[in-house]
């Protein structure tokens, strides 16, 4: 459940207002290029290509025609053929794409291409302005111009990056506003106005490349005066607007549009048409929802991923960039809004990437807490521990111990029972870490409260077993080897409750061998559960090492485990050495860690060692 009342929490909300507010208006002054115009030819081409409206027709100069009528440029009464034929068809509009800005060598064919115009209907002739302050621009020769309906320019507007892909709405120039030929011809009363920019700019919602409009070719018109053929041509061109233009090669600049690298200025023109027809205009979405909708795609992913597991807000992440992907598509193909598509993921990004670190911060916080919390645990454990070896007495002790852990589940004691015994114990708790240390405490507490004079060690370990069963140990266990040394008579009676077996080394025979193989089970898993004690008789200088079974199943690099043979050996060479009980585990201990190597220590380490003294 998402909680705003942790500090990294309100940071990370702060972090995602505070960096859309500063992405959106460095993208604003165009600080920042996101990319969103690239990102829009994108959608153009995921929603594929439409049908462009029907009532759409474009004459192409073509190839062909250039091929049927001759190299370009043509006289004006090849123009005024095509008009010839137009007026019997009674189009809605026509639109010449072709700038007639210089008289004709013979004044004949200006009148004669003026008169197809009057006669044609309503047609629009281009202009092309070459400045706005002040404004220029080359118009239609004036015979031209009185003839024709109206006049709009056809200049193009392309983006930073050379794609068209919105054009100036209107232009005010000399007193007089013109507009844009396609809104002359679809919108002759003047009473559309499409979503505009801060340059007074509209959107082209292109259907598609030159290919989507209805077309015939300029050639298809010469010579079809009469018959079948003008019949067709006649019903083709009925209630159509006609736009004329270049398409063949060499005759006509290639500009780079949504759909194409290069396409031609043709369609262009079709393309605003098209959009003016269909009122099918493409609005941007205000800065302030685009801000909102940038908070809202950042914000609740980095939430998740701050506050939930990294494998589900990673997944709820990648998700909101797919589903913000879909919708932005869909709001552009259905709805013919602009919504800002980079910036949004890109904000995304930032807050993931912000939501993991403020995480990752936490948890080195929390895991540097909990280390220290460890390392005063492990002081406490080592305080549970025997601190020193008993003074006097006809014996000596020795150990070490090391955890894989902080803490760990080994433990070991002694206590002197009387002047001439002492009761000596290993145990191992099932497991490492915290839960072991707690319960190797309780243990360790049990076994002191047990341990006492005159009983057997068979009875300790019942009782101990009893009193952990019935402590509810959520599963755990202990292997335990209690033992109690009278020194004074050489005796050593023992009891094993699941341990490892002991290595005794005979100093008169200087051989080392295994003994207690055989005992009850662990403690802790069966309530009334019964032990046995055995007995060993020792000679002067004799010895017996306790251990836990991380020593015997340390592994090396190559996960070869220690072994009993390794370790019966090492007992053996350091008692055939005489060394001291101090000195054998030192030596087992540097065996243990060349064996091991750099490999890790996977499991706790306890090893005991006990001789009885020569005389």
């Not at 350091?574 to 190597?597: D, H, W, Y």
Request: charged share 20%; proline share 6%.
């Amino acid at each position: 459940m998402l909680s705003f009342k942790h500090p990294g929490t309100r940071a990370l909300l702060l972090f995602v207002v505070l960096s859309a507010g500063l992405l959106s208006t460095l993208e604003c002054f165009h600080f920042i290029d996101f990319r969103e115009q690239a990102s829009l030819d994108w959608r153009f081409r995921l929603r594929g290509q439409q049908a462009a409206d029907p009532r759409i027709l474009l004459v192409q100069i073509d190839d062909a025609s250039l091929k049927a009528v001759g190299e370009w440029p043509w006289r004006r009464s090849v123009y005024a053929e095509l008009l010839q034929l137009l007026a019997e068809a009674h189009p809605r509009g026509v639109f010449f794409d072709i700038l007639f800005t210089e008289q004709s060598p013979d004044p004949s064919e200006d009148e004669l291409l003026a008169r197809g115009i009057r006669q044609a209907g309503p047609v629009v002739l281009p202009f092309y302005y070459t400045s706005l302050d002040p404004f220029q621009a080359n118009f239609p020769v004036p015979v031209l111009r009185e003839a024709a309906d109206s006049t709009g320019y056809v200049n193009v507007d392309p983006e930073s990056d050379g794609v068209t892909r919105r054009l100036r709405f209107q232009i005010s120039g000399r007193q007089n506003v013109y507009v844009h030929p396609a809104r002359l011809l679809a919108d002759p009363d003047g009473r559309v106005v499409p979503p505009l920019d801060s340059r007074g700019r509209f959107w082209l919602n292109y259907p598609g490349t030159l290919a989507a409009y209805p077309h015939v070719s300029f050639q298809q018109v010469i010579g079809h005066s009469q018959g079948a053929e003008k019949a067709a041509l006649l019903e083709k061109f009925r209630d159509k607007f006609v736009i004329v233009g270049h398409t063949a090669t060499g005759t006509t600049d290639l500009r780079p549009t949504p759909f194409s690298n290069a396409d031609v200025g043709l369609s262009i023109q079709a393309a605003a048409l098209d959009t003016f027809l269909k009122r099918n205009f493409l609005k941007e979405a205000p800065w302030f929802v685009r801000l909102l909708l940038i908070v809202l795609l950042g914000l609740p992913a980095a939430l998740c991923i701050y506050q939930c597991r990294l494998r589900t807000g990673l997944l709820v992440f990648v998700l909101s960039a797919v589903a913000y992907g879909a919708l932005n598509l869909f709001a552009f193909s259905r709805l013919h809004w602009i919504l800002p598509l980079i910036l949004p993921l890109v904000c995304l990004l930032l807050s993931g990437v912000a939501a993991l670190s403020i995480k990752f911060t936490d948890l080195r916080f929390a895991g540097e807490h909990l280390n220290r919390e460890l390392r005063m645990a492990a002081k406490i454990q080592e305080s549970l521990l025997p601190a020193a070896p008993p003074a006097g007495g006809l014996a000596e002790l020795a150990w070490s111990f090391h955890f894989a852990e902080q803490v760990g589940g080994d433990f070991f004691d002694w206590v002197r029972l009387t002047p001439d015994e002492w009761g000596i114990a290993i145990a191992d708790v099932s497991g490492k870490g915290i839960p072991a240390a707690l319960f190797m405490a309780k243990a360790t507490a049990d076994f002191r409260r047990l341990s006492k004079v005159g009983r057997p060690p068979k009875d300790v370990c019942a009782e101990l077993n009893d009193s952990l069963v019935a402590g509810g140990t959520a599963g755990l266990f202990l292997t335990l080897i209690y033992a109690v040394l009278n020194y004074k008579k050489r005796v050593f009676t023992f009891a094993v409750a699941g341990h490892e077996a002991m290595i005794y080394y005979h100093a008169q025979e200087k051989r080392a061998r295994y003994i207690g193989k055989d005992g009850g089970p662990p403690l802790g898993l069966f309530e009334g559960t019964v032990y046995s004690d055995e007995t060993l008789e020792l000679t002067p200088g004799d010895m017996l090492i306790l251990y836990s079974d991380g020593v015997r199943e340390q592994r090396n690099p190559q996960k070869e485990e220690f072994g009993p043979e390794r370790l019966l050996k090492t007992v053996e060479d350091a008692g055939n050495a005489a060394m001291t009980p101090q000195s054998l585990i030192e030596r087992m201990n540097a065996v243990l860690r060349t064996f091991q190597k750099d490999a890790p220590q996977h499991d706790d380490q306890t090893l005991l060692c006990v001789r009885l003294a020569k005389t």
